[in-house]
C-alpha cells in the first residue's frame, strides 16, 4: 500500500509539473485575440487579465483548477464592425459562446496530454519500471478527468455577474460594466460575456483616453464612504469615485474629524468642491461643532433625527449619541443601549429608503424600519441581512482609520462602496465594494455583489405579546413611532423571517 501510495503521489507531481509546463493555447474570441491556460488552485476560478487595463476575477466552479485567460491583442476592424453594424452584434454572442468553447477544448486536451506525459516521465524516472510509469499515466488521467468533470458540473454562469476586479480605479467602472444593467437586462451569461468583450474591446481602442463610465439612467449611484478621521487621502479617493462612477451623490456615516475641535473644521472645506450632495451624519469622534461646520458646506446635507429626499432616494439620517473624545463625560457605548436610542428614534410617516448612522448597534436597533441601512464605525466591511429582512452594510475606513494605520503592522485599508439603486422601485440592486492599500500600498481591487431578492419584503420587529399567564415572550418596540411596514403591504407580517448574512472584511 505505501509504495501505491507513493507511486500516486509521484504522477500526481509529475501531472501538475507537466500542466506547468503545457504552455498557453491561444484563441480568437470574438475580435480579441486570448491566451489560455490551466493552473492547479485552492479555488476553482477564471481569471480575465486585461492588462494594463486590470484584471477580473470570477467564481465560476468547485475544481482545484484556475483557468487565465489573458487579453493579448483586440482585432480592431472586427471590434469596430461587430460594435457598429447591428447584423453583426446579434450574432455577437453566439460567436462568443463557440470561440470560448473552442479554445477552452483545445486547452483541456493539450492539458491532459502534458499532465499524462509529466506522471508518465515522472514515475518512470523514480522508479525505472515500465508498468509502474503506466499505472502512474492510468491514475493521472483518471484523477485529471475527475476534475475536468467536476468542473464542468459546478460551472456557474451567474458568476459573471460577480466579478471582482483589481488594476486602474479609472478602467473599473467601463470594464466591469453597469451594475443595474447587468441586473435588469441580462438575462443569461452569454449576454455578460458579450458586454464583457464589447467592453474591452471599447477600452483598448481607447487606452490613452480612458472614457468616463456611461452611466445608466436607469439607476441612481451613490457613493457610501465612512470613518474619514481628517486623513486627506481621502478626498483624493472620493473625487475620483465620484467622477469615474459618475455617483450621483455622497452617503457620509460619521467620524469625518478625529477629536471635533475647531481646528479640524478647515479639513471639511472639501465636502463644498465635489459638486455633488453630500450626504452627512455625525460619528462619536465629531463633535456638534463638527457637525456645524460641515452644515455649511456647499452642497452638504446633514440629517440629525429627520429625512430628506436626495436624488430621488429618501434618507432618513440619526447622528451619533456619543462624543468619545470628552472624557468628562461617561460614555454608554452597550449595543442594547444603542439599539434602544434607535428604537426611540424611530422616522415618522413613510418607510425611508435608506438610514444613514454611524454605529452598526445604533443600526441594529431600525431594522424593519427600511430595506437598507448604512453604517460605519468599526473599520471592517461587513454586509449583514438582519432578522426582519433589512440589510445593512457597514463599510471600512475611508481614511484608512487615520493615524490609527500606524498603530498596526498592516496598515488598514482605504475602502469605500458604489450603491446602484432601481430609480423606480428605490430598492438597492448591487454594489460595488472598493478596496485600496493603506498606508504605503499601491494595490486596489473592487468586488461586485448583486442584491438577490432586491423587492423582499420588510417585516417589522415583534412587539410585546403577553400570554394567558402574563409573561413576555417577544422583545418589546418602544412607542416613540409606530411599525413601519413595507409599502403597499395591507397588514404586518408577524412571524420573523430567516437570517442570511455574509461578512466581508
Known amino acids: 500500500m505505501a509504495i501505491l501510495a507513493l507511486v500516486l503521489l509521484v504522477a500526481g507531481v509529475g501531472a501538475w509539473l507537466g500542466i506547468f509546463l503545457s504552455g498557453t493555447v491561444r484563441a480568437q474570441i470574438g475580435p480579441v485575440e486570448t491566451g489560455m491556460s490551466l493552473r492547479p488552485s485552492w479555488h476553482g476560478e477564471t481569471v480575465v487579465d486585461a492588462s494594463p487595463l486590470g484584471t477580473l476575477t470570477f467564481r465560476t466552479h468547485d475544481a482545484p483548477l484556475q483557468l487565465r485567460i489573458t487579453l493579448d491583442n483586440i482585432d480592431q476592424d472586427r471590434a469596430k464592425a461587430l460594435i457598429e453594424d447591428p447584423r453583426l452584434a446579434d450574432r455577437l454572442p453566439g460567436l462568443i459562446e463557440s470561440d470560448l468553447l473552442d479554445g477552452v477544448r483545445a486547452l483541456a486536451i493539450r492539458s491532459l496530454l502534458c499532465a499524462g506525459a509529466g506522471a508518465l516521465v515522472a514515475v518512470l524516472l523514480v522508479f525505472r519500471r515500465p508498468r509502474v510509469a503506466l499505472l502512474g499515466l492510468l491514475a493521472a488521467s483518471v484523477a485529471l478527468a475527475g476534475t475536468g468533470v467536476l468542473a464542468a458540473a459546478t460551472f456557474r454562469p451567474s458568476s459573471l455577474i460577480e466579478p471582482r476586479y483589481s488594476g486602474l480605479v479609472a478602467a473599473a467602472p467601463s470594464l466591469v460594466g453597469s451594475a443595474e444593467s447587468i441586473v435588469t437586462r441580462f438575462e443569461s451569461y452569454r449576454s455578460q460575456l458579450t458586454k464583457l468583450v464589447t467592453n474591452v474591446s471599447k477600452l483598448y481602442d481607447t487606452l490613452s483616453t480612458l472614457p468616463l463610465y456611461d452611466a445608466d439612467p436607469k439607476s441612481i449611484r451613490v457613493l457610501h464612504v465612512s470613518d474619514i478621521h481628517i486623513n486627506p487621502i481621502a478626498w483624493n479617493v472620493i473625487r475620483s469615485l465620484k467622477d469615474q462612477f459618475a455617483v450621483d451623490f455622497i452617503i457620509d456615516t460619521g467620524d469625518i474629524s478625529d477629536h471635533g475641535t475647531k481646528a479640524e473644521n478647515k479639513f471639511v472645506d472639501e465636502i463644498g468642491t465635489l459638486g455633488v450632495p453630500y450626504v452627512y451624519v455625525r460619528g462619536n469622534h465629531d463633535s456638534m461643532t463638527t457637525q456645524k461646520a460641515v ?183 418602544p412607542s416613540a413611532g409606530p411599525p413601519l411596514w413595507h409599502q403597499g403591504q395591507s397588514s404586518p407580517m408577524l412571524q420573523r423571517s430567516p437570517t442570511d448574512g455574509d461578512r466581508e472584511s
Open 295 to 477: 452644515e455649511k458646506q456647499k452642497n452638504a446635507i446633514v440629517l440629525d433625527k429627520k429625512a430628506q429626499t436626495v436624488e430621488g432616494l429618501t434618507i432618513y439620517g440619526l447622528g451619533d449619541p456619543r462624543f468619545t473624545p470628552d472624557k468628562s463625560v461617561t460614555v454608554d457605548s452597550d449595543p442594547a443601549a444603542l439599539a434602544d436610542f434607535a428604537r426611540a428614534h424611530l422616522p415618522q410617516g413613510d418607510q425611508p429608503d435608506v438610514i444613514a448612522v454611524h454605529d452598526p448597534d445604533v443600526g441594529k436597533g431600525f431594522s424593519g424600519a427600511t430595506p437598507l441601512v448604512l453604517a460605519g464605525h468599526t473599520h471592517e466591511r461587513k454586509t449583514t441581512m438582519l432578522p426582519t429582512r433589512t440589510r445593512m452594510l457597514v463599510q471600512g475606513s475611508t481614511g484608512g482609520a487615520g493615524l490609527r494605520a500606524l498603530e498596526h503592522a498592516q496598515p488598514t485599508p482605504v475602502q469605500a462602496s458604489v450603491l446602484y439603486f432601481d430609480k423606480e422601485s428605490k430598492r438597492l440592486r448591487a454594489w460595488d465594494n472598493v478596496t485600496l492599500g493603506g498606508l504605503g500600498e499601491q494595490s486596489v481591487y473592487i468586488q461586485r455583489h448583486v442584491e438577490p431578492n432586491p423587492q423582499r419584503m420588510i417585516s417589522p420587529e415583534p412587539t410585546t405579546a403577553p400570554s394567558p399567564t402574563g409573561s413576555v415572550t417577544e422583545t418589546s418596540t
